[in-house]
């Protein structure tokens, strides 16, 4: 469950719009980003971090594909009807069925504050190189996972993430997604099973 709720937050930093940060407007999502990510996972029964990286495809129409290539290949497929994983084997398991966690999840990706604040309090800090946004959880679903999420990126993008767990595990993702003009055929094919 930790990894589920972990990917329906995770992903903030795939908004590539100007005022992706402006917490108090609904988000100005794009219709398809792509890009790549780097992973680094702690915890505190690990005496080194778990170094992850891959690539994530965002479509607003139909979901978040989140491809880990190193150290083990494995897919994770999240529309508004299921969260579906996809190991090295080629084995498919669905994880949660429609629920809110996929809603949610979606809104963080693209950058919807407005449904999010269902969930977190949110502040917002900007400096000169970097503007984060603070995201402390309010409700008990997400409580059972998360102490806070600070997102941070430039005045154009969301680049990283940073999460404290609530059993004391963090994990801090860099991000790079840029808009996309069409879905491959592999990628139409995993929203598509």
């Not at 996972?145 to 004391?168: H, P, R, W």
């Amino acid at each position: 469950m930790i990894k589920i709720l972990f990917f329906l937050c995770l992903l903030t930093p795939a908004a590539a719009f100007a005022s992706w940060y402006d917490i108090d407007g609904s988000g100005q999502s794009q219709p398809l980003l792509k890009g790549e990510f780097k992973q680094q996972k702690k915890t505190k029964h690990l005496r080194r971090p778990i170094k992850s990286s891959g690539t994530a495809v965002l479509s607003e129409k139909y979901g978040v594909i989140w491809q880990t290539l190193t150290p083990v290949k494995s897919t994770m497929v999240i529309t508004s009807k299921q969260i579906k994983t996809i190991d090295s084997q080629s084995r498919q398991k669905i994880i949660a069925p429609g629920s809110d966690l996929n809603t949610l999840f979606s809104n963080a990706l693209s950058g919807n504050w407005t449904s999010l604040k269902n969930h977190f309090e949110l502040s917002t800090a900007p400096s000169e190189d970097n503007i984060c946004v603070t995201m402390l959880p309010t409700s008990a679903m997400v409580k059972k996972t998360f102490k806070q999420m600070l997102v941070c990126g430039d005045k154009a993008k969301i680049t990283s993430l940073n999460i404290v767990e609530a059993n004391g595990g963090t994990t801090y993702i860099e991000i790079t997604l840029a808009p996309a003009t069409a879905l491959t055929q592999a990628e139409q094919a995993l929203f598509n099973d």
